[in-house]
């Protein structure tokens, strides 16, 4: 779609961000430019590359797919505002959603090449004193969407990827699993919880930087690690490492079919399905099978990447003991759907997402967690509400 001269400049600015970052949590705040207009400016075929974006700014095919990248974005907006407006607990905070709403739905009204390229980029590059042309705009915008459709949020492990490479250098190979890609975390390393999450590793003395996992999760299995012993591993950054890296900085829901949590693990139904009433679609999946249980976390406009539906499931398991429970593993992963399959899930509860590989963020091994802690605080929940998107729902299935 973009041509071979694009995409090798979309490719060197990927990894002039990962430098950037890589420096930024170094400490090296001024380092290096700040953005894809720098970057084209020191590129040797600026002209080149202007000249390429020119040329498809007449391809009709080119206008529409920017246009459909443009009409998702806003769609993905007016969703997550519609969804915050059912939920305002304030009428001011309800009326700035209402504005907001309305504002995008004119903006998809109006919408089209000549507007778009008249209100999303040349008004932007008559303010912007180092950009030459507003098909630069044109070019930064383009850029973000070829990272969504090229690498999505789910970036892959990959052999030999900059983390594995720094970890072998360092002796420390074989610290990534090639299975699920997630990085094993020794007894020494210091969880820190914090935007993003990190671990430190004292023998390299620097951190590694944590993803898809939040401070909220980390603080707490940080905490659990302070009384008990087991296997912990989590889904890292891949491609933001290296030496001295430093601190950094009621909607009213119903119940299908099933039972809600009655307190016990064992007791839980074989099959519980819970959904919102404004958003009929939007569904908490149980399912119990013997020492195994997994939710399922289902949304109507649910995220979308690289044209796969996802869902999130976190699927745990637990003995009994003395007449306590304990969860002996835990974790959490993203599921994936084709179009079609979703649909299928939805009339065929026990489907699995099959459309790529599951992406797990992290797992908990051979562990002997209390299931309720001396504190009462009810571990699954804890996990659930770090993730689900839908805290109201596992609210109803735990609290009734």
């Known amino acids: 779609m973009i041509g071979e001269i694009i995409t090798s400049f979309f490719e060197i600015c990927r990894t002039k961000e990962f430098e950037r970052e890589i420096s930024l949590y170094q400490g090296h705040r001024d380092a290096y430019p700040q953005g894809i207009v720098d970057w084209l400016k020191e590129t040797e075929n600026c002209e080149e590359i202007i000249s390429a974006i020119t040329e498809l700014t007449e391809n009709k095919v080119f206008r ?31 009326s700035i959603c209402d504005i907001q709403i309305n504002e995008i739905k004119k903006y998809l009204e109006v919408l089209d090449w000549d507007w778009y390229v008249e209100n999303n980029c040349k008004s932007l590059s008559d303010f912007m004193p180092l950009v030459e042309d507003w098909k630069w705009i044109l070019l930064s915008q383009l850029y973000g969407y070829y990272k969504k459709l090229e690498y999505g949020r789910f970036l892959p492990y990959d052999k030999g990827c900059p983390l594995e490479r720094y970890l072998d250098y360092h002796d420390k190979s074989r610290l990534i699993d090639d299975h699920y890609g997630l990085l094993k975390i020794d007894n020494s390393w210091v969880l820190k919880s914090g935007i993003p999450s990190r671990v430190f590793v004292p023998e390299l003395d620097t951190h590694i930087i944590l993803r898809h996992i939040s401070m909220d999760l980390v603080e707490l299995i940080a905490e659990w690690r302070k009384h008990m012993g087991f296997a912990l591993s989590i889904r890292p950054d891949y491609n933001v490492c290296g030496d001295g890296i430093g601190e950094i900085g009621a909607i009213c829901e119903e119940k299908d079919f099933g039972r809600s949590y009655s307190g016990k693990l064992t007791t839980i139904d074989s099959l519980t399905k819970y959904y919102d009433r404004d958003w009929n679609n939007d569904w908490l999946l149980v399912f119990h099978d013997g020492q195994d249980i997994t939710f399922e976390e289902i949304l109507e406009d649910g995220p979308h990447d690289q044209d796969h539906f996802v869902t999130q499931i976190v699927h745990m398991q637990f003995e009994e003991e003395g007449g306590r429970e304990f969860i002996t593993h835990i974790d959490h992963e993203y599921a994936f759907y084709s179009e079609p399959g979703i649909e299928v899930k939805r009339n065929k509860l026990q489907t699995k997402g099959e459309a790529r590989t599951r992406y797990k963020t992290f797992k908990i091994d051979n562990a002997h967690i209390p299931y309720v802690n001396e504190a009462n605080n009810n571990i699954l929940y804890k996990v659930l509400t770090c993730y689900f998107a839908k805290g109201e729902l596992v609210d109803e299935y735990f609290k009734g």
């Open 64 to 94: 529409d797919f920017v246009l459909d990248q443009v009409r998702k974005e806003k769609n993905e907006e007016l969703s997550e505002l519609i969804r915050k407006q059912l939920t305002a607990d304030s009428e001011r905070v309800y």
